[in-house]
């Protein structure tokens, strides 16, 4: 258990429509990163915020957002869903990155459009 | 963004060491190296990570290369729980992890 928490686990939707990942990071974790796993493209890193602010942007798509709160859960939220967008999504925590110390990822969320 | 490539594949036998070669020919200064693995179904899981000294834990060693463009992960004695697809992962300016495609590890009993 790495400590980062990811709900929903798997979830179900159709082309369309909107969703909200949601992830709570390790205790005293500042900074969330959000990755997006699907079969043909791998790994690929979406966005980063730390401590409540947006440092970096990867591959997120205008439809895609995320945000991270006062109390640094984050939510990253899917709208207009293609059936392309079906992945496992990742966050990940860490508590300084500026050390480069370790990130630590939770069990994903698996998004089915249909 | 920099990148790293890797073996597709790696075959080992149990209780033979493994070492998973990584290059990374345009890492920059400040970039860190770090090592992952996933397997089926679950978040990828911190292995081991540097920045310009070899490193060693419970799980693994790294060995960085003088220049930094390569690295190798040394996993002293496989067992059977070690077959998983290992990531070598570039971390950039404190920002954003960089995924390269993976090897998939397979041990033989």
């Known amino acids: 258990d790495s400590g980062v928490t990811q709900t929903p686990k798997h979830l179900i939707t159709a082309t369309g429509q909107r969703v909200t990942l949601r992830c709570s990071p390790r205790?005293?974790?500042?900074?969330v990163y959000w990755y997006q796993q699907s079969l043909d493209q791998g790994l690929q890193f979406l966005i980063q915020?730390?401590?409540?602010?947006?440092?970096a942007k990867g591959n997120i798509l205008e439809r895609f957002s995320a945000q991270q709160f006062p109390d640094l859960h984050s939510e990253l939220n899917l709208s207009s869903l293609e059936l392309g967008d079906s992945a496992l999504y990742f966050c990940?925590?860490?508590?300084?990155?500026?050390?480069?110390?370790?990130?630590?990822f939770g069990e994903g969320s698996w998004l089915t459009v249909v | 963004d920099a990148k790293t490539t890797q073996p597709n594949s790696m075959e080992s036998n149990e209780e033979e060491p493994v070492h998973l070669p990584c290059n990374h020919s345009?890492?920059?200064?400040?970039?860190?190296i770090h090592w992952y693995r996933q397997l089926p179904s679950q978040g990828p899981e911190y292995v081991i990570h540097g920045l310009t000294s070899n490193v060693n834990n419970r799980m693994a060693s790294l060995a960085i290369a003088e220049d930094r463009k390569s690295s190798t992960l040394i996993l002293h004695r496989a067992t059977l729980r070690d077959a998983a697809v290992y990531y070598c992962?570039?971390?950039?300016?404190?920002?954003?992890?960089?995924f390269g495609q993976g090897t998939r590890l397979t041990i033989n009993p």
């Open positions: 205790s005293g974790d500042l900074s």
């Open positions: 915020y730390y401590n409540g602010e947006e440092r």
């Open positions: 992962s570039l971390l950039q300016g404190a920002q954003k992890l960089v």
């Open positions: 990940a925590s860490s508590e300084d990155p500026f050390s480069g110390n370790t990130i630590y």
């Open positions: 345009t890492i920059s200064g400040t970039d860190y």
